[in-house]
């Protein structure tokens, strides 16, 4: 590139040095070297130049072959991008039915685990209802036959202190100084009697009404605990805990309710 500017300069001092021809705007320059210093910035020239040149001059068709290659690659681009979408549709239609089984299976799975709960719950609360009914007619049974017991010994304590009281009475009528005294007497002994037996007989229904209403209230605990079970399987909160009401045995077979029945 260097000679093509010492070239120039060259020819630019010819063209300034040279003679004018008279009447025009002309001049006469050397041909010869002229020519030669042309060809030498010819030769001077880069080969880019020349290939810029043929670029240049293609623009055109390369322009166009650049279109129609990104035409192409857009076209291809899309419907890749189209085969991927509907890929991705076929495999979230697949994964969606895929998941609704499942969901479906599980529903199923904890239908049937529910019913079964509820037919374990419903089996329990039958149990706990028999035994408690057979508790309670063998804590009646007992009740009666203390209560029975309670009477009749009330009754013969009764008879024999009238008894006791008659006889008394009667040793005691020939005395004529003491008749007062054994009136009163028998009185105070048959009032004791009567006393005694109303006693023991209000005792007696105390206890009964005591341990019938103990066993009312173990019968209300298991059904609220049933109650709350079948309450917790309706609402799915989880598996219901039925031993949270203090439903166990009853207490009346304790030391302090044997003591009250003797």
Do not use: W
Not at 179 to 208: F, K, L, N, P
């Amino acid at each position: 590139m260097y000679r093509v500017f010492e070239a120039l300069d060259e020819l630019v001092a010819i063209v300034e040095e040279a003679r004018g021809v008279p009447m025009t705007a002309g001049c006469v320059v050397p041909r010869g070297d002229v020519l030669e210093l042309l060809d030498d910035v010819r030769d001077a020239i880069p080969g880019e130049l020349d290939d810029a040149q043929d670029v240049l001059d293609h623009r055109d068709k390369l322009v166009g072959d650049a279109r129609a290659t990104a035409e192409k690659t857009v076209t291809t681009a899309n419907a890749e991008a189209q085969d991927t979408v509907e890929n991705a549709r076929d495999s979230a239609d697949r994964i969606l039915a895929d998941a609704k089984a499942q969901a479906d299976r599980m529903v199923s799975e904890a239908s049937a685990h529910a019913d079964q709960l509820v037919a374990d719950a419903e089996a329990e609360a039958e149990r706990t209802v028999l035994e408690g009914q057979r508790e309670y007619e063998e804590l009646t049974v007992r009740a009666r036959t203390e209560a029975d017991r309670m009477i009749e010994s009330g009754t013969m304590s009764y008879e024999r202190s009238v008894a006791d009281g008659t006889a008394e009475q009667n040793r005691l009528v020939s005395q004529t100084e003491v008749v007062q005294t054994a009136h009163a007497e028998s009185a105070r002994v048959i009032d004791g009697a009567h006393a005694e037996s109303d006693r023991m007989r209000s005792e007696c229904d105390v206890y009964v009404d005591t341990k019938l209403a103990e066993f009312e209230e173990f019968l209300s605990g298991t059904i609220r605990s049933v109650g709350r079970g079948r309450q917790q399987l309706r609402t799915g909160s989880g598996v219901p805990e039925y031993g949270s009401e203090p439903y166990g045995e009853p207490s009346y077979g304790s030391q302090e309710g044997r003591r009250s029945r003797h």
